[in-house]
């Protein structure tokens, strides 16, 4: 089992960035995917990027492509989402995810262990 902790959300104006991170620990040794997915209020949660153990293969949201860039450095073991030209549509909680095979996923039921998620606001 792997352990999330995301971090790194905000308030933000429209045309901003921020940057989301994922820190993991726990079974950090075996080789695990990481994805992250958003959750905005009345609606349900939808995959937004993910990236797999080595960082060559990744895959986004038509929503977030040319905008979102998802990366990794697994000697830190943390997992980062740099959000470019965030909109009012991007506001939701974001959850970084992790699961022990293959990637990157897009489906959330390829991910086993979760982190608490993370606050992002775009305000017009």
């Known amino acids: 089992q792997v352990q999330l902790v995301e971090s790194g959300g905000g308030l933000v104006q429209a045309g901003g960035s921020l940057r989301l991170s994922c820190a993991a620990s726990?079974?950090?040794?075996?080789?695990?995917?990481m994805g992250w997915f958003r959750q905005a209020p009345g609606k349900e949660r939808e995959f937004v990027a993910a990236?797999?153990?080595?960082?060559?293969?990744?895959d986004y949201a038509d929503s977030v492509k040319g905008r979102f860039t998802i990366s990794r450095d697994n000697s830190k073991n943390t997992g980062y989402l740099q959000m470019n030209s965030l909109t009012p549509e991007d506001t939701a909680v974001y959850y970084c995810?992790?699961?022990?095979?293959?990637?990157?996923?897009?489906?959330?039921?390829?991910?086993?262990?979760w982190g608490q998620g993370t606050q992002v606001t775009v305000s017009s």
């Open positions: 995810a992790a699961g022990p095979v293959g990637g990157p996923h897009v489906i959330s039921t390829k991910y086993t262990d």
């Open positions: 726990g079974r950090t040794g075996s080789y695990y995917h």
């Open positions: 990236i797999d153990w080595s960082g060559g293969g990744t």
